[in-house]
């Protein structure tokens, strides 16, 4: 009988007061889900951030348009002129052919042979024409074609790409001045603009970055008066030797013109401007810590102990009359812009206008869905000190900040390294590919004789000699581009002899020339 009251007292507790017992079990029952998917739901939110990172570059949108039934194109030279974008194209050429196992007709340093004329023996591991197969070519020279075409295959695709003169002026003249003597000497570009031979003498080293750059890059008279039939005969040059000169100011268009003329995927023409310049004064020094000798390299610019020097931003600005007088100074360049410029848009009038806006608009939603995977900040560039990755800070030099990009945390491994290729500065590239390409080859030992005389090596095999001045000084004098050529009686990276012939270097046996 207690019992039962007991029992009944229990019941109406629970029921009357704190509800049926249904309830509590559909309540517990929720409570339960609900946990459950929340806890569920922060795992899937930090799996699905990973997924789309990791899938980004595999994704439908990486292909692009269909290109129909084409076979990409995999023997491609690409004359690598200056201050046009190049940098930008070059790494989109590294980028495609590190991915797909390719070999690259690197130079022993840095540059073939710049600013001589390409030498097919300035490419590290040639060994005659057709002894080795190379598919692509892009570092800095000046064309050569006959020497060209002992390096690269007969089916090669030949493309480059050619700027405004007046802008490639300014920033030729921010990036050089401090290596063309023309530059040097003149106040601002203004200066320089209103009466160039005042400044310029032919006969000084480094002043063709002050005068028809691109007619020089293309392995022209860059000093020769200027004719309607010379400038013609330069276009016709031109016109035989490339299938595509593509247009700086146009590149998003240019991207799509050689896609389609490579049968290339989408995603191998998306890219982020590299070796762009800051437009504000810099106070910090341009050359320092290990990149000082491939500053030499590069550029040819001297070092003085290692030192840093102050930076004072040139003055780039043109009046609409300075502009035309710099078009006359560099009138053969002037004439190829205008001339390949025309040819452009007609190689976009038979693309179709309306099918160029449409991949024009996916090519640049596509760079803008990369950025925000890969790039901090949005993708905006930034100042290469404040670069936490010491190995992807772009090379400084001129007087003007060169910007890189920094890649955005947590990314994993695939995505980090296939971001990473989109960002890395050309000279590290360079010196990446050469390591996979040679992973044999040992650095040169410099002889007991060179070693009093200062000689070393940089890393990618590109020489520099140490000089000691009266004054006691150092100054880092570069194997290329504007610096001293590597000299006679000196040994390739296989160690090979190198003897001067016609104004070259070509490597030699012991027993006789390479054929």
Known sequence: MLFRRRARMLRWLVCGRLGPVWMWKALLLFVAIAFAGQLLGVIFNKSSVQTAARSIFSSPDAQG????????????????????????????????GEERNLRFALPLGYQLGYPLPFNAHRVKGYRGPRAVEFHIMGNHMRFNKLEVEKVMPA??????????????????????????????????????ADDPRKYYDPRLRNNHYARNLLWFDF???????????????????????????????????????????????????????????????????????????????VAGVGVRGGRSQAKTLPNLSLTEEQRMKLRQWNALDWYLYKAFNRTFWEEIDRFGHAQMEQEVALLRMRRDDLARVC??????????????????????????????????????????????????????????????????????????????????????????????SRTGGERLVGGEAGGRTVEEGERDWDGSRLMRSNQTLIRVQEKGRLR
């Open 375 to 468: 790039l901090r900040d949005g993708g905006k560039p930034v100042e290469a000190h404040r670069i936490r990755d010491k190995n992807i800070r772009p090379f400084q030099s001129g007087l003007v900040k060169i910007l890189g990009y920094e890649l955005q945390p947590g990314l994993d491994n695939t995505t980090r390294m296939a971001c990473l290729r989109m960002i890395r500065p050309e000279i590290q590239y360079k010196d990446v590919l050469d390591v996979k390409q040679f992973p044999r080859a040992q650095p040169v030992q410099a002889q007991p004789g060179q070693q009093s005389q200062g000689l070393m090596i940089a890393a990618g095999g590109s020489f520099l000699r140490q000089d000691l």
């Open 65 to 96: 348009p269909s290109l129909g039934s084409c076979q990409p194109h995999t023997h491609i030279m690409f004359l690598k002129t200056h201050k046009t974008a190049s940098s930008t194209v070059l790494n989109m050429l590294y980028r495609f």
């Open 219 to 297: 392995g022209m008279d860059h000093n020769a008066n200027f004719s309607l039939a010379l400038a013609q005969r330069g276009e016709a040059m031109i016109h035989r030797a490339f299938k595509l000169i593509l247009v700086s100011e146009y590149f998003d268009q240019s991207m799509i013109l050689l896609r389609h003329a490579l049968c290339w995927p989408l995603d191998a023409v998306v890219s982020f401007s590299l070796n762009a310049r800051q437009q504000k004064p810099s106070s910090v020094g341009g050359m320092s810590g290990s990149w000082m000798g491939k500053a030499a390299a």
């Open 155 to 192: 089916d090669t695709f030949y493309f480059s790409i050619i700027r405004d003169p007046v802008a490639l002026a300014e920033s030729s003249f921010a990036y050089y001045k401090e290596v063309a003597p023309a530059f040097r000497k003149a106040k601002g570009l203004g200066d320089f």
